[in-house]
């Protein structure tokens, strides 16, 4: 669950995941801080979740993603896409064509190049499973 709301010039963000024993959310995005709860719910009981990947292997594996990405996949570095709720398949094919050079990125074509095609199913299934809500101030 995802709600954003306006604190002065602020975007307040809070993020949950399922199968979270600790949550991280991320808070005051324009201001890049970032606090951390406890929420969620295990990935099959949300709706539309059905992944080929597993999503629970895929949370431990996606724990060098968070530097950039955020620990539950909104991002902490202003210029990094979200991936939280990203379409799996998306998320495969990028993944995919980072490792292979197809897609260039400086960064990017470093970590997927080592990643299996399970792992990559298993971090897509991870960030597609987090579900994303916002509602406007």
């Known amino acids: 669950r995802c709600r954003v709301t306006m604190a002065g010039n602020s975007f307040i963000v809070t ?11 991320q808070t005051s995005v324009a201001k890049g801080h970032q606090g951390c709860t406890t929420a969620g719910a295990p ?13 629970a292997a895929g949370r431990v594996k996606a724990q060098a993603c968070s ?6 996949g909104v991002a902490v570095a202003p210029e990094t896409p979200n991936l939280a709720g990203e379409p799996e398949g998306y998320i495969v094919r990028q993944l995919r064509a980072f490792r292979t050079g197809k897609r260039q990125h400086e960064v990017m074509n470093v970590i997927a190049k080592p990643l299996s ?3 990559i199913d298993n971090v897509a ?6 579900r994303i809500t916002a509602t406007a101030p």
């Open 43 to 55: 990935a099959a009981a949300l709706p539309g979740a059905a992944v080929a990947g597993d999503a």
């Open 125 to 130: 299934a991870w960030f597609a499973s987090i």
């Open 67 to 72: 530097v950039c990405h955020g620990p539950v």
């Open 15 to 25: 993020v949950s995941a399922p199968k979270a024993p600790c949550a991280h959310t």
């Open 117 to 119: 095609d399970e792992d």
